[in-house]
């Protein structure tokens, strides 16, 4: 079957129209839920990496200076040993450079290894709990 150049054109463009998702089409289920907030694995990946690019590098973030010492006082069952840094993971999905930093939180290691996912929704005070998904 021979196509007319127009025709082909029109054909290759719908195909590429059609098959272009969204960024939340392409994501899996979730890996964390903190309060009604859903985190994907890529999410969480990208808030470690940038919270461990500036505990690396020695930066600070933010008014609270992100990433900074997480104490784990809350004695949560985190996935690795500390000691432990928090860094903000936002609800907008976007990776955290300043500003307010939510209620959700990444929690790695010195190593750069996730640890767990922790949120001061449904706790006390300034307290953590692990984020539905978190910990052993």
């Known amino acids: 079957m021979m196509f007319q150049p127009t025709t082909l054109l029109a054909l290759l463009t719908l195909a590429a129209t059609t098959v272009t998702a969204s960024p939340l089409d392409n994501r899996a ?10 985190y994907y694995q890529s999410d969480v990946d ?35 040993s500390g000691p432990y840094q928090e860094f903000p993971i936002l609800s907008s999905y976007k990776v ?11 929690v790695f290691n010195t190593d750069g290894e996730l640890a767990g996912v922790v949120t001061h929704t449904g706790a006390s005070g300034d307290d953590f709990v692990p984020c539905t998904g978190c910990c052993a």
């Open 96 to 106: 955290y450079t300043g500003g307010s930093p939510g209620a959700d939180r990444v």
């Open 29 to 38: 289920t979730c890996a964390y839920t903190c309060g009604s907030v859903c």
């Open 46 to 80: 990208a808030a470690v990496t940038q919270g461990y690019n500036y505990y690396e590098e020695g930066e600070q973030v933010g008014s609270n200076d992100y990433p900074h010492t997480e104490n784990n006082y809350e004695d949560i069952d985190f996935y690795v």
